[in-house]
């Protein structure tokens, strides 16, 4: 299946190398799994979003681990992907931007027929340019928020739940981020989405380098060592214990100061909750764990 991650390191800009090439489990060791395209998002230093992406494994981009030593931003949401739904192309590879944000999902749900109708009688066919349900999914989120004054949370919850009583749903797990604020949902069951929380000042001892130690590399972060941030990754991408699954159906909200608020406002479980069962067999071979 799709992995997602999501890092936030407050006001300061700082590089995610560690995480996305040199961790136990970095992105681009998990990318082995998802062959069909990768992509980093981040934003300058005037808030602007950037995205970079291609229709290949991350591991096998040379221009993937280069962005991902030199890039730097205050928050950064990467993907490697395992295609359910469209082709594989540039423009069905995550992240997604839409009016300066960015967005990636891990899973997958039918019914765009139906979406698609939804989606032009609220104005924003025309944010759709590939063929993914989750790029859908964007941007119904987007339509809620430019009626809602950018109210990010709301605008997820209120899109979330039109597709979960709506349509038949296997997986919505997600991530959103601004240049100042990041959203991630687990919902329901079906993946699993993990956070982790890491201030090194408040550590009872002085914090070490992140550290990853291999017969080929010994690669340390200084940035990410000395500075707070917070992560979300479809799994832990370390041995740290503090690593902590969401349960079904949180939605997590970072702000700028690195302050987590965790909801609950769907349901257990969609009324047309998908099995693996059900999922037609190229599908249900992107979300397998």
Excluded at 37 to 50: E, K, P
Excluded at 132 to 160: M, N, P
Excluded at 211 to 239: G, Y
Aim: hydrophobic share 40%; with cysteine.
């Amino acid at each position: 299946m799709c992995r997602l991650f999501g890092l936030h390191a407050g006001p300061r800009t700082v590089r995610a190398t560690f995480w996305l090439l040199d961790a136990p489990d970095s992105l681009t060791e998990q990318s082995r799994r998802e062959p069909d395209g990768a992509g980093i998002g981040t934003f300058d230093a005037d808030g602007r979003a950037r995205l970079s992406k291609r229709p290949l494994a991350a591991w096998e981009d040379h221009a993937f681990a280069r962005e991902a030593r030199e890039l730097r931003s205050t928050t950064f949401l990467a993907h490697v992907r395992y295609a359910s739904t469209g082709a594989r192309t540039v423009a069905n590879t995550h992240p997604f931007m839409q009016d300066g944000r960015l967005f990636a999902h891990n899973g997958a749900f039918t019914g765009l027929d139906r979406l698609d109708r939804h989606l032009a009688d609220l104005g924003v066919a025309d944010l759709v340019q590939g063929q993914t349900d989750s790029e859908r999914l964007f941007a119904l989120i987007t339509a809620h928020a430019r009626t809602s004054g950018g109210d990010i949370g709301q605008s997820i919850v209120r899109a979330v739940e039109w597709v979960a009583a709506e349509l038949p749903v296997y997986s919505l797990n997600l991530i959103l981020t601004t240049a100042t604020d990041l959203w991630a949902l687990r919902y329901p069951a079906s993946h699993e989405l993990y956070i982790l929380e890491r201030n090194p000042a408040a550590e009872p001892a002085p914090a070490a380098p992140l550290d990853a130690r291999s017969r080929r590399i010994h690669s340390r972060s200084t940035d990410l060592s000395l500075s707070p941030h917070v992560l979300f990754a479809t799994e832990p991408m370390d041995n740290n214990p503090r690593w902590r699954a969401l349960a079904p159906g949180e939605l997590v909200h970072v702000d700028r100061s690195l302050a987590v608020t965790a909801t609950f406002p769907f349901a257990a479980n969609p009324p047309h909750l998908l099995t693996l069962a059900d999922l037609e067999p190229s599908a249900a071979a992107s979300q397998k764990p």
